[in-house]
């Protein structure tokens, strides 16, 4: 399974874009990528999934250069309530395709 | 979207005993289920991954008689940790795919926190 690499904590304020960047050097040709958050002492939360290019929700964008060697989650004007750890996972989406967790990424977002 | 949901949510326990926790896909069938461990200030480890009517296959270092799984139907899986110690405290969550769902997303419950005296 690929390993992720992202920053470990990040600070922002409110209103400001957020990018958090992801490194997969050595994502497989069938892996998706998937970003989820995660508040304290609840569940991951389903953020976006991609494959290439550019996906982007009604909450985030997410941007995958052509070799996928890396991803960028982008979150627009966020507000305190997005202060959340932040994981990027690579995996296949297949039925049995398990997810391993990185260290993630802490967003802090400050008034 | 889909729901997977645990219970109990939390749960207290004496050294030595036994502690079941569920996890239910709510509107959708899970052949596969995944459970994990996260303790704090960290990142969720994965534990095993259980399979609808066979055996659970558990990650490396992984105790499978400790950490017993059953998943009977297509929406349930049961994590049972055997005499439970205070190391065993952590915070278990379970997941899903919808695997009717062509995105394949995973779907994460809320999770059950579990403290051992």
């Known amino acids: 399974l690929a390993k992720t690499t992202q920053p470990i904590s990040m600070d922002s304020y409110e209103g400001q874009e957020v990018n958090i960047t992801c490194s997969h050097n050595?994502?497989?040709?069938?892996?998706?990528i998937t970003w989820y958050q995660q508040f304290p002492s609840q569940g991951p939360r389903f953020i976006i999934q991609?494959?290439?290019t550019k996906v982007t929700n009604e909450v985030a964008s997410l941007f995958i250069p052509a070799d996928r060697k890396s991803s960028t989650l982008s979150l627009p004007r966020v507000s305190l309530s997005d202060t959340a750890v932040y994981y990027c996972l690579v995996g296949d989406s297949s039925n049995t395709g398990k997810l391993i967790f990185g260290q993630g990424t802490t967003l802090q977002v400050k008034p | 979207g889909a729901v997977v949901s645990q219970h109990p949510s939390w749960v207290i326990c004496k050294s030595g005993t036994s502690v079941k926790i569920e996890c239910r896909s709510l509107d959708f069938q899970a052949t596969t289920m995944f459970w994990y461990r996260q303790f704090p200030k960290q990142s969720l480890m994965l534990m095993a991954t259980s399979n609808e009517g066979s055996k659970a296959t558990y990650e490396q270092g992984v105790e499978k008689d400790k950490f017993l799984i059953n998943h009977a139907s297509l929406t349930l899986s049961t994590l049972t940790v055997t005499s439970a110690h205070p190391e065993d405290s952590s915070f278990y969550i379970c997941?899903?795919?919808?695997?009717?769902?062509?995105?394949?997303?995973?779907?994460f419950g809320e999770g059950s926190r579990l403290t051992v005296l």
């Open positions: 991609g494959y290439k």
């Open positions: 997941s899903a795919r919808d695997y009717t769902s062509n995105t394949g997303e995973l779907f």
């Open positions: 050595n994502i497989a040709t069938n892996d998706y």
